[in-house]
């Protein structure tokens, strides 16, 4: 019987001495090892190996001999499938910026295009004042200004002083007021002023909002002067009334009524200690009082007519008064004593101011002039002759340099100190300028008068 094998592979029945299985082609083992299943007689029937030749050693099997393959099992293990990764719950419908899943893809998020280049021409500076208008700067000239509050973490609100604009430029028309406004006074620490008007009122409102906190209507006819005492507190106002009331410039409570003067009170000043109260009147005299008390301490009585302007030294040590009389006089706070008398003007004296440092006083009169003049002798420096009617109001600058007059002509003008020389002639006004007050800080004018409008305007 033939020695038959199977094939390692496929299992086919082959010839014993086969290399290779004819069905699959797979090369069978080279030591004639019947391939495993074959029963133990045919294995017993196999050679041991090739037989040795005499005087040589028995050659051992063919060294190259393959491995047969690993046998496969019928029945393969079957591993679990990995579980499935646990998916984010999806948002509802309703959550911004959700979409529910669809064939649509979205675009990617492309980045922003680089910032274009400036245009031939373009300046690093026009670029750079481009940039800054977008974050909230203003620069000017060489500086720059935050306007951004410091709410939400922007830039500071520190209100920092803006540049100076053009001269006569509008920043503020108030009308609070029914009649003439007559007499105007700053606050000499802040933004705050207070206007004296033939409505028999004085109202107190911010110079640049118009925010009106407080009105005082304790006078009985028009209100023809007013003073802000020199801390701030206080606020002395004249009347046609007769009388002079102190109030309390913050909640306008009635602190003293003065009723020394018979006839209509023109003027008031405080003293620069706060002490005293000048007030001059139709009754031809100046009256100088304690506003706490009302005790008067002396009457002066040098004029021969009415009584228009009254002011005090910055020094505190005298007070020059002019009127009717077309003079304008200068003498002792304390006492009334030692005057000396100006006499340049050729029609009533109508407005009088010191200058800063007290060594100038300015006068204004029904002669269309106003005229500098040394406050110790009385010598003439200029005349101003630049308005068309009366000069009614006058104030000096914060720094002495320049003056600024209101008029009957309806225009308010500013000019030299030194000189007399114009500057700007302000004409937002439509009818006589009665009164005209100069911010602390030199920056702005408030101006008065029969069109019942107070305008505040840069000063340049």
């Known amino acids: 019987m033939q020695q038959t ?15 290779f299985c004819g069905t699959c082609g797979t090369r069978q083992p080279a030591n004639n090892a019947a391939a495993p299943g074959q029963s133990a007689s045919l294995q017993a029937a196999v050679p041991a190996g090739p037989a040795s030749i005499a005087g040589q050693p028995a050659q051992a099997p063919f060294a190259r001999t393959a491995l047969p393959p690993p046998q496969v099992s019928a029945q393969q293990p079957v591993f679990p499938a990995p579980a499935a990764l646990p998916r984010p719950a999806q948002p509802p419908p309703s959550t911004p910026g959700f979409a529910p899943p669809g064939p649509a893809i979205p675009a990617p998020v492309q980045p922003p295009p680089p910032a274009p280049k400036p245009a031939s021409g373009t300046s690093r500076r026009s670029v750079v004042i481009g940039m800054a208008a977008v974050a909230g700067v203003i620069i000017v000239g060489g500086g720059a200004y935050a306007f951004l509050s410091r709410k939400g973490g922007l830039l500071s609100g520190e209100e920092p002083t803006p540049p100076p604009q053009p001269a006569g430029t509008d920043v503020y028309a108030y009308t609070g007021h029914t009649g003439s406004i007559y007499a105007l006074a700053w606050a000499p620490h802040g933004k705050r002023i207070a206007s004296g008007s033939q409505d028999d009122t004085v109202q107190v409102w911010d110079s640049t909002t118009g925010a009106h906190p407080l009105t005082y209507s304790g006078h009985k006819l028009g209100v023809r002067a007013l003073a802000w005492s020199l801390d701030g507190n206080r606020i ?15 909640n306008g409570k009635l602190l003293f009524t003065y009723k020394g003067h018979s006839q209509t009170v023109n003027a008031v000043t405080w003293s620069p200690d706060g002490k005293q109260i000048a007030s001059s009147s139709d009754d031809k005299t100046v009256q100088v009082w304690d506003p706490q008390t009302g005790r008067k301490f002396f009457q002066y009585q040098g004029h021969s007519g009415m009584v228009l302007a009254v002011a005090w030294s910055p020094d505190g040590k005298r007070l020059a008064s002019g009127g009717f009389d077309q003079t304008v006089q200068v003498w002792n706070a304390s006492d009334g004593s030692s005057p000396f008398t100006y006499k ?21 009169s029904a002669d269309n002039t106003a005229q500098v003049w040394n406050a110790s002798d009385g010598s003439h420096s200029f005349t101003y002759k630049k308005h068309g009617d009366s000069v009614q109001a006058l104030a000096w600058s914060p720094d002495g340099k320049r003056l600024a007059s209101g008029s009957v002509d309806k225009t308010a003008q500013v000019w030299n100190a030194a000189d007399g020389s114009n500057s700007y002639t302000y004409t937002g006004h439509t009818a006589i300028i009665w009164a005209l007050s100069w911010s602390p800080d030199g920056s702005l004018i408030a101006t008065g008068g029969d069109d019942t409008k107070v305008r505040i305007w840069s000063a340049g």
């Open 344 to 364: 340049g003007h050729q029609n009533t004296i109508e407005a009088l101011a010191w200058s800063p440092k007290g060594e100038r006083i300015a006068s204004g």
């Open 236 to 250: 002395a106002s004249g009347s046609t009334d007769n009388s002079v009331k102190v109030w309390d410039a913050a």
């Open 5 to 19: 094998k199977r094939c390692s592979k496929c299992g086919d029945e082959l010839p014993l001495s086969a290399p």
